[in-house]
């Protein structure tokens, strides 16, 4: 199966910490590159961070640089989404994706595989 899953979401306190997992099928995870991407009610999806399938580059969107971290466990083939400090402004769902060209990925928000999200909610 091709199936991206998602998990990790909550709803947090302004200033809190979130750590989201996304579980990438073997085949996939070890030659494709993964990355986060959010979608807030009324807004159009947003890339989050982006990471190189084999780790050694990472991207990140304006709003989430310097407070989110995106990492992978090779072991597990699992990515991480790191996220500190949360703003009310960081609640949307929460996707993770997969596609063989990071560029394709950062810029336009093209991948050819999904999961279906999990939602993170930041409020007081």
């Known amino acids: 199966q091709d199936q991206l899953v998602e998990s990790g979401g909550s709803t947090v306190q302004p200033g809190d910490s979130l750590r989201l997992s996304c579980a990438v099928p073997?085949?996939?995870?070890?030659?494709?590159?993964q990355g986060w991407f959010r979608q807030a009610p009324g807004n159009e999806r947003e890339f989050v961070a982006a990471?190189?399938?084999?780790?050694?580059?990472?991207y990140y969107g304006d709003s989430v640089k310097g407070r989110f971290t995106i990492s992978r466990d090779n072991a597990k083939n699992t990515v991480f989404l790191q996220m500190n400090s949360l703003k009310p402004e960081d609640t949307a769902v929460y996707y993770c994706?997969?596609?063989?060209?990071?560029?394709?990925?950062?810029?336009?928000?093209?991948?050819?595989?999904w999961g279906h999200g999990t939602q993170v909610t930041v409020s007081s």
């Open positions: 994706a997969a596609d063989g060209v990071i560029g394709t990925m950062t810029l336009y928000g093209e991948c050819e595989f």
């Open positions: 073997g085949h996939i995870f070890s030659t494709y590159n």
């Open positions: 990471i190189s399938w084999n780790g050694d580059q990472t």
